[in-house]
């Protein structure tokens, strides 16, 4: 519950900003000449872009979440029993060894949803962030193309 406290209040510091910076693009277009239009366009482009990134952030965690729940609702969430250092993080040899495995189930059933997001919990223990993102977003994508072909079948 911590954690999603603190997103939230992360998020409204950086809609806050976003919207300050949108407001001084938009005084520096009231101004009129030429320089400051210029200026201004290139401020509002900012708060366009931080608001993209923050709704491409949230999408892929509302949908990882909701894969989770899905899994976890099927008895298919990964237990987290690998071993710890002292500070914490999942001992590196352990967390290869899991990944080993993962990569394997994910490559006998290249088309299962649940196999890629094991891998990228996977991936996210060997330390490896950009690849489990990746892989996330794959699960996310097949998970949405089995729901497409679900709705679409004859009844």
Same mark, same amino acid.
């Given at each position: 519950?911590? !954690? ?7 998020? *409204? ?8 910076? *949108? ?39 509302? !949908? ?7 899994? !976890?609702?099927? *008895?298919?969430?990964?237990?987290? /029993? ?13 967390? /290869?060894?899991?990944?080993? %495995? ?25 330390? /490896? ?5 990746? %892989? ?20």
């Amino acid at each position: 519950m911590r !954690d999603r406290i603190v997103h939230a209040l992360l998020c *409204g510091a950086l809609l806050v900003y976003l919207g300050l910076a *949108g407001h001084r693009g938009v005084l520096l277009i009231q101004e009129g000449t030429p320089v400051t239009v210029g200026l201004g366009a290139a401020v509002l482009v900012l708060p366009l872009l931080g608001g993209w990134f923050l709704w491409r952030s949230l999408r892929f965690v509302m !949908d990882a979440n909701r894969l989770a729940r899905e899994l !976890d609702a099927e *008895g298919g969430l990964p237990v987290d /029993d690998l071993p710890r250092t002292p500070s914490g993080r999942v001992d590196r040899a352990a967390a /290869d060894a899991a990944f080993a %495995a993962r990569k394997a189930e994910t490559e006998e059933r290249p088309d299962d949803w649940r196999c890629w997001f094991r891998l990228a919990v996977a991936y996210h223990d060997a330390r /490896d962030t950009p690849r489990a993102r990746r %892989a996330m977003q794959h699960a996310i994508a097949l998970r949405a193309a089995a729901g497409t072909a679900r709705e679409r079948a004859p009844r």
